[in-house]
């Protein structure tokens, strides 16, 4: 477990963008027994997910999520020196679809990459941005940063697969920060244990399973097999196994690295993986129903959006004056951040349907 405390960046607005087409699991006509369709309801909380349609991507979410949020702050976008874009559904296996958004959005020259995470991607992203703004030197200005961070999870499902379709949907996000002598210190938390990789994986479409045949055609086996090791794999046993041990205590390792306590913070923004998981979770770290809020039953996991999302959807007007807030992200890897930080004073933050 890795500790961190970083002082002087505020974060300045987040605005949410997604699909404005959505779907039921009634329509997705994968569970055709009611009663059966709504027991699962239930358990993940998701009813609706708004879905990409073919041939938007990721990056087309954050940038409009971007642009609605520069206007909404007044900045300039030339003023941007940080670009980082979080998700696991990026447009190219190369180049850095960072440098294309730069581009895109009109920014002037700054440093810009991707970062291949998904559950955890918000937490960690911030504190990157946060982090690399501070050791910026920019003249005559505060530097400041752009998180995009989301994922067309829906992209990569098997059509048939009751574990992954009724639970995730797509959308995208960009969160401002900008260096502030005045803003309060912001904490982190940080792990890792690879040993949970295999049980949420997209394992085929890399260098060690590539898609593209090396020497000669494939055959109709292969070509199916690769199709399927394609799509996101998800235990769902074992990531339950693996949210119970860990998340709770993370929860409590980011209070007591803050100096906190559960009544020192106004909001505990889980990454909504689902509504019994974070229930669970909810009740084992000891955190009342009022301090948690949950957005998941017309949106689904959003995967690196989910923080983000909620934040914009349950939270709008939360952030007139500097609030307390915890930060948890979780899951695919295994890797796990928390962070304790204020979110405000900034905007009331928005979610955008993309036409």
């Not at 447009?91 to 958004?101: I, K």
């Not at 000669?216 to 339950?240: H, I």
């Not at 505990?268 to 949950?294: D, S, T, Y």
Request: proline residues 6%; contains cysteine; hydrophobic residues 40%.
């Amino acid at each position: 477990m890795t500790e961190g405390r970083l002082q002087g960046v505020a974060v300045r607005g987040i605005r949410a963008c997604v699909p404005k087409s959505g779907r039921t699991l009634a329509e997705e006509g994968l569970i055709p027994d009611e009663a059966e369709r709504e027991r699962l309801i239930k358990s993940i909380g998701v009813r609706s997910r708004r879905i990409a349609p073919e041939g938007v991507m990721t990056s087309d979410l954050c940038q409009r999520a971007a642009e609605g949020l520069l206007d909404q702050l007044g900045w300039a976008r030339d003023s941007i020196d940080v670009l980082i874009f979080v998700t696991q559904s990026a447009d190219y296996v190369a180049p850095a679809t960072a440098c294309a958004l730069q581009h895109r959005l009109g920014l002037g020259s700054c440093l810009a990459f991707d970062v291949n995470l998904g559950c955890s991607g918000y937490t960690y992203g911030l504190w990157m941005v946060a982090s690399l703004l501070k050791t910026l030197s920019i003249g005559g200005r505060p530097a400041r940063g752009l998180l995009l961070a989301g994922d067309v999870s829906t992209s990569r499902l098997l059509k048939d697969d009751r574990a992954t379709v009724p639970l995730f949907g797509d959308a995208g996000t960009a969160t401002a920060l900008e260096v502030d002598a005045s803003a309060p210190e912001m904490t982190g938390v940080f792990g890792t244990d690879g040993a949970g990789a295999p049980h949420i994986m997209v394992e085929a479409g890399g260098i060690k399973l590539p898609l593209l045949p090396q020497d000669g055609p494939q055959d109709e086996e292969t070509r199916a097999r690769l199709y399927r090791a394609s799509r996101l794999y998800l235990n769902g046993p074992e990531v339950f196994t693996f949210t119970l041990k860990n998340v709770p205590s993370l929860v409590s390792q980011i209070l007591a690295a803050s100096g906190s306590t559960v009544e020192d913070v106004e909001h505990v923004v889980f990454h909504q993986a689902n509504v019994f998981m974070l229930e669970h979770l909810r009740k084992k770290a000891g955190l009342p129903a009022e301090k948690v809020p949950i957005a998941m039953e017309t949106y689904g996991n959003t995967s690196s959006a989910s923080i983000p999302l909620t934040i914009a959807d349950r939270l709008s007007d939360a952030f007139a004056t500097p609030t307390p807030v915890l930060l948890v992200g979780f899951g695919i890897g295994w890797s796990w951040a928390a962070l304790k930080l204020h979110l405000g004073p900034m905007p009331q933050c928005v979610v955008d349907d993309y036409d």
